[in-house]
């Protein structure tokens, strides 16, 4: 099996903190080139040094926020101007928690731009190459809300499957050109968002932190949350050659914790 990445060129967004970075790192780490992409410069140039470059890969890094479609797509297309790339991961902040019914209206408009509106700017960004090169591998960080909406995540229950339908959708159209479109569904992992999560969690266990994470494990078969890095590996294997027949699934990483089929 061919899961070497020599030779490829992957953009992987928010990269310098949780699941985005053990990706760049992964990726990296089987030989591809990464540009990584985040707001906070100070950081994504710490993460650049972290990067493994014994294939004599020049990683390289711009800075956009996602909350600024504009910006997003001024940048990516100054750094297109530089690079094609044949790995785009999609990946950023997760919209912010609570129940859905005390949410801003606003919230919505926001996350549906930061994880849909992008999405699509950066697909469009990237597809003219990946055409070229007969190579593509697009692949979102979404969340296992797309088969199960988690209580307390009412905006991102709702943002996830537009970007999930998106995602299918693009996958049909991409096919033809050797480019495939998949979604990677992150269980409970142990990153700064989930420790917001579990915060927000808290007040329904009396605000006790330990009560709610005993009991978010607890619904987890494998009985304790994912590292980073074991979503980073799922994801290394769809952006590879071995992966190639793969097109338009939601692969969930959860330890078993999605209750569908
Ligand atoms: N952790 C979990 O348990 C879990 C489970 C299911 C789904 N997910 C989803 O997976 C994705 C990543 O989660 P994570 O836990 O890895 O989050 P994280 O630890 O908070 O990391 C988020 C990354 O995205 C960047 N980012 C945040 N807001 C951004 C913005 N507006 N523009 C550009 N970059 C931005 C951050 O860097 P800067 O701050 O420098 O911009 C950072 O690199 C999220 O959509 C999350 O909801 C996570």
């Known amino acids: 099996m061919n899961i070497d990445l020599t030779g490829k060129n992957a953009l992987v967004c928010g990269s310098t903190a949780g699941i985005g970075k053990a990706i760049a790192l992964q990726l990296a780490e089987n030989g591809a080139t ?7 410069e100070e950081k994504l140039k710490e993460t650049l040094i972290e990067l493994a470059h014994e294939q004599g890969q020049k990683h ?5 926020d996602f909350s600024n ?4 797509k001024e940048k990516v297309k100054i750094a297109a101007e530089r690079k094609t790339w044949h790995i785009l991961i999609n990946n950023t902040g997760g919209p912010k928690g609570g129940p859905i019914f005390s949410a801003a ?4 408009i926001k996350a549906f731009s930061q994880h849909l509106e992008c999405n699509q700017i950066m697909v469009q960004a ?3 190459g990946m055409k070229e ?16 909406p988690i209580d307390g995540l009412g905006v991102s229950n709702t943002i996830r499957g537009a970007v999930a339908s998106w995602s299918k959708t693009m996958a049909n159209e991409l096919g033809q050109y050797g480019i495939t479109v998949n979604n990677v569904l992150p269980g409970f992992t142990a990153t700064d968002r989930l420790a917001d999560i579990i915060k927000n969690a808290s007040k329904r266990f009396d605000g006790s932190e330990e009560k709610a994470t005993a ?4 619904v987890v078969p494998a009985r304790r949350f994912a590292q980073p890095g074991e979503i980073a590996n799922a994801v290394a294997f769809l952006a590879s050659e071995a992966a190639s027949y793969i097109n338009g699934v939601n692969l969930p990483v959860d330890g078993g914790r999605t209750k569908s089929l």
């Open 34 to 40: 990464v540009t990584l992409v985040a707001r906070n």
């Open 60 to 64: 390289n890094y711009f800075v956009a």
């Open 69 to 72: 479609p504009a910006e997003v």
């Open 105 to 108: 209206p606003e919230e919505f």
């Open 126 to 128: 990237v597809v003219p």
């Open 133 to 148: 090169s007969d190579y593509g591998r697009i692949i979102n960080i979404i969340s296992t809300s797309v088969k199960q």
């Open 215 to 218: 009991f978010m494990k607890s």
